[in-house]
């Protein structure tokens, strides 16, 4: 994989593939120079430069895949708000107005008492 191939990543399961790709191409070239088998000093030097290749890629994959988790992450937040919101509004169709108030009320208390938890 080149730098360049690295805007092609445009999901978490690709970036986990290329990761693992690169993963093994590092340890591939690792275990060349660890047992160079009556190699050149050229080879060796060029072998070196594609390990801190793929070492750099390895790195700009990892951004990217974090990045990516971020995204999902927020895609995942706007779906629960959106979906809690169109809940409000079905129940608010189908339950009293007492009864919606009631349980707007028990949710608050809940939700006080769990982060007053969590603050201490």
């Known amino acids: 994989m080149k730098y360049s191939d690295l805007n ?23 275990l060349q120079l660890e047992f160079p088998e009556g190699k050149d000093k050229e080879w060796e030097i060029r072998a070196r430069y594609a390990l801190k290749k793929k070492q750099g890629i390895r790195v700009a994959i990892t951004n990217r895949l974090a990045i990516l988790r971020q995204q999902e992450k927020e895609r995942s937040a706007g779906y629960r708000d959106s979906h809690t919101d169109y809940l409000i509004k079905e129940m608010k169709r189908y339950f009293s107005r007492s009864a919606f108030l009631a349980c707007d009320h028990r949710a608050k208390l809940k939700a006080e008492a769990v982060n007053a938890a969590v603050d201490r």
Not at 11 to 27: K, M, R, T, W, Y
């Open 8 to 30: 092609s990543i445009t999901n978490i399961a690709a970036a986990l593939q290329a990761l693992e790709n690169v993963g093994a191409s590092i340890e591939q070239i690792k």
